[in-house]
């Protein structure tokens, strides 16, 4: 009877502990506009993007290098169009115009957005404008703040770009996901300074770039410290075809 007694309880506290955890399916991936690189410049394929994302089942996807109105890519709304191939909802964030239309970054979502917050990131040296944009969702009745960004290429504007960003969440307490091309390898400045706030998916290997043989990691999924992150089935994806990025997929249990 005891040993009985004993098992129970193991299984109790074990369904408990499994209660207090949500698994979420995070993707970040540079889409290069959607354009492929072995194709020709005028080909855009967010059909096979579209399909990417839903093969992973993401409950999030943060996606870098958007265009929206561009005659380079049809003149197309992708972030709107790649939220109607894939049953999503989105938002779309601004870090240059171009021509009539605009260029940046998108945030995909299973769980209706409720709120949207958008910032153009410091840039102290002259360059390309970017962005830092977060949302607010519901997911398994827990709130859950999602954040995506494509840092600077250009090593001040990284580092100050992250100091913004380590601003933005050093005092947060709700759980925070931060994902995006952030142009910088592991032991950059910038990630050491994200590493303040945000703890990293780490697996050997985690190369992302470039897309036919990736032998550099710049692309991240990121979970605010004060979270307690479990990461677990992080991988890039052996996706060689769709952008000069592969897409980056990671599971987070959050306490």
Request: charged share 25%.
């Amino acid at each position: 009877m005891n040993n009985k007694l004993i098992a129970f309880i193991l299984i109790l506290f074990g369904s408990i502990s499994h209660l207090s955890a949500q698994k979420i399916r995070v993707l970040s991936f540079n889409i290069h506009h959607g354009n492929p690189p072995s194709e020709n410049e005028s080909v855009i394929n967010l059909d096979t993007i579209a399909q990417i994302i839903k093969n992973t089942n993401a409950d999030l996807v943060g996606l870098q290098e958007i265009d929206v109105n561009l005659g380079r890519s049809h003149n197309e709304d992708q972030a709107r169009k790649l939220a109607e191939l894939t049953g999503m909802h989105y938002i779309f964030s601004k870090g240059i115009e171009l021509e009539k239309g605009q260029y940046g970054t998108a945030i995909l979502s299973k769980q209706p957005i409720e709120r949207v917050e958008k910032h153009f990131l410091p840039s102290p040296v002259e360059s390309e404008r970017r962005s830092l944009s977060i949302v607010e969702v519901t997911i398994d009745k827990k709130k859950i703040l999602f954040a995506n960004t494509h840092l600077d290429l250009k090593d001040k504007n990284k580092i100050k770009q992250a100091k913004f960003i380590t601003s933005r969440f050093k005092n947060e307490k709700l759980p925070a996901i931060l994902v995006g091309d952030l142009n910088s390898e592991p032991n950059d400045p910038a990630l050491k300074e994200l590493a303040k706030v945000f703890a990293k998916s780490t697996i050997s290997n985690g190369f992302t770039f470039p897309e036919d043989k990736p032998n550099t990691e710049i692309d991240y999924i990121m979970v605010n410290t004060a979270s307690h992150p479990k990461f677990s089935n992080h991988r890039v994806l052996e996706e060689k075809y769709a952008s000069d990025h592969r897409p980056l997929y990671v599971e987070i249990d959050i306490k």
